[in-house]
């Protein structure tokens, strides 16, 4: 692995050599790959492709593609992927819960990338502000293919002393739901441990809502008021039923009217996210959201709970928020989450952090990246700061995974990637980058840094959930039509025409030999998230093994 920072210098060279590559909204028609490089070489010298370069500034809006018009393989001559940073861990942790009472989760809630980042990284992080670009890979059992990780780290949070202090508005499900064991009461008990972990100068405010919402608590100082936070959390009972949009709409008017200059503003939400009464739809609540972070910068960290639980509408409602979602199932992982990853989960390094890579199309035949099915960003806007990204904390590390197919006998340079941020008070953009070779992806994956296969065996667990199935993939080259990368043409109906289930990732194992890879990995970093994987894949193929399969569905790759 290799960090270094490849200067805007170079990248305005190269852009006036006239090395440009479309992005996926505005790529032309019918030139191949193979045109492309030719083109690419008479035009500069230059030897891969570059970033799509600077936009004017769009209307402002959230333009994150959202239709499924972006394939899972970029056409050539398009060699852009982009797409904005995500911290989300929840898919994950309610997968891991479902399997526990064994159960397989719903396809439709398995995100890739949410498996991924559920584990900790060690990426040389950069000093102050800003990321650094990490690059690495190695070869799949599938010939040609390998798996290539960016990898991106923010700076390890300050001490409790020396952080900002925070001003935080607690919107709470006290909804009839709440009542099942492992809701309302993992909440309050959340709710305590937080509290005390919060410093004197750190600020509280507690919304509840069921039917109707209610400030129970305004924006208080919690030096010398400690224990009223801690009296008005435990009166708080489950009853009738859950308008969520009030709670949003009522936490966000708490937060603003007790919003303090200086301090992390943040709302945080704790739910099962099941809303029954009032605007249900994800459309209306999210539009709230969406004005409060536009006018007042007050960002959503969503805590879901709970074995019947609103995924899809609590991930939404925070990526509107520019924040981020977690899932709680027992005490041992609320104090992960209110303690040990506090600072992360209340702090920002970065707003609107978008990544681009760029592949090189002299020695890359075609890619998936896995996952970010709905935080991909149309290339072109990249550089257009008006474009929402995602929102990172401190200590936080992000993960991309992709499979990348090579050109046979290719060498030289495979991709460069970028991320692009901006400041969190000034906004102010910047930008890191760093790059991969094909001698980097020479090794063999299962032989790779503990990192890397940790990080595979979550992709391909969350790939097998999404296909409903343990089988493995087929040898050779399983996941592209044959003339997938000579056409621009649009893509043939993604279903298999035998079982309608998903395309294997490359090189994809059976669940019981995932499991054996799995015992494999280093524990040194995070022995109990290790070993809680294993565990989940083995509960899985259990229940694949015994004809429970999840009845996965949809897009096959191209």
């Known amino acids: 692995m290799r960090t270094w920072k490849i200067r805007q210098a170079l990248v305005a060279a190269a852009v006036a050599g006239g090395l440009l590559i479309t992005g996926c909204s505005g790529g032309g028609g019918g030139e ?17 492709p570059m970033p799509a370069p600077a936009m004017p500034s769009a209307p402002d809006g959230d333009k994150r593609q959202e239709d499924g018009a972006e394939r899972d393989f970029a056409p050539p001559p398009d060699y852009l992927s982009t797409f904005a940073l995500d911290v989300d861990t929840a898919s994950y942790g309610f997968a891991r819960r479902t399997l526990a009472e ?9 995100r890739p990338e949410e498996f991924v980042n559920s584990f900790r990284q060690d990426y040389p992080r950069p000093e102050g502000d800003g990321f650094s670009v990490n690059v690495d890979g190695a070869r799949t059992d599938a010939d040609g293919w390998s798996m290539m990780r960016v990898g991106l780290a923010t700076g ?18 006290v909804s009839g739901s709440m009542a099942e064991p492992g809701r309302l009461d993992l909440v309050k008990e959340s709710l305590g441990i937080m509290t005390d972990q919060l410093r004197d100068d750190d600020s509280v405010a507690l919304v509840t809502f069921s039917d109707s919402a209610e400030t129970v608590l305004p924006m208080t100082r919690l030096g010398g008021h400690r224990g009223k936070v801690h009296s008005a959390v435990d009166a708080m009972e489950p009853t009738q039923s859950t308008n969520l949009e009030a709670g949003i709409r009522t936490g966000y008017d708490t937060a603003v009217r007790g919003q303090r200059e200086g301090a992390t503003n943040r709302v945080v939400l704790l739910s099962d996210a099941l809303a029954n009464t009032g605007e249900t ?11 409060a972070r536009r006018e007042h910068g007050i960002t959503l ?24 979602t977690t899932y709680v199932s027992d005490s041992e992982e609320a104090e992960k989450v209110f303690c040990e990853q506090l600072p992360a989960n209340i702090e920002l390094r970065a707003r609107d952090a978008k990544a681009q890579v760029a592949f090189d199309p002299e020695t890359v035949e075609r890619f998936k990246l896995i996952g970010y099915d709905n935080r991909k960003v149309a290339d072109d806007d990249f550089r257009d700061d008006s474009v929402d990204g995602g929102e990172v904390g401190p200590g936080h590390t992000v993960t991309a995974l992709y499979a990348v197919q090579m050109k046979p006998g290719a060498s030289g340079h495979v991709a460069t990637a970028n991320v692009r941020w901006l400041d969190p008070d000034s906004r102010a953009p910047h930008e890191e980058s760093n790059q991969i070779e094909t001698g980097d992806l020479d090794g063999e994956l299962w032989d790779a840094d503990g990192g890397l296969r940790t990080a595979a065996v979550a992709a391909y667990f969350s790939d ?7 089988g493995a993939s087929e040898p050779g080259d399983p996941a592209v039509r044959p003339d997938a990368s000579t056409t621009t043409a649009a893509p043939e109906p993604a279903y298999t025409s035998e079982s309608g289930t998903w395309q294997p990732l490359p090189g994809a194992p059976a669940l019981s030999e995932l499991a054996r890879h799995a015992e494999d990995l280093p524990t040194s970093g995070d022995s109990k998230a290790v070993l809680g994987l294993v565990s989940a894949v083995r509960q899985a193929d259990r229940l694949m093994g015994d004809g429970h399969g999840g009845g996965g569905g949809g897009e096959m790759w191209e």
Do not use: C, N, W
């Not at 739809?281 to 004005?291: F, K, N, Q, T, V």
């Open 32 to 48: 191949r790959a193979s045109d492309h490089a030719d083109k690419s070489r008479g035009s500069g010298g230059a030897t891969g």
């Open 102 to 110: 064994g159960r397989l989760p719903d396809p439709s809630t398995v």
């Open 156 to 173: 390890a949070g300050e001490s409790q002393g020396e952080r900002p202090p925070a001003a935080l508005t607690f919107v709470i499900d």
């Open 281 to 291: 739809s994800a459309d209306g609540i999210l539009e709230r959201i969406s004005d």
């Open 301 to 324: 960290f969503g805590v879901g709970v709970g074995s019947d639980y609103g995924d899809a509408l609590m991930e939404r409602l925070a990526d509107k928020g520019d924040g981020h």
């Open 464 to 470: 097998a959930l999404r296909r409903g199935t343990s």
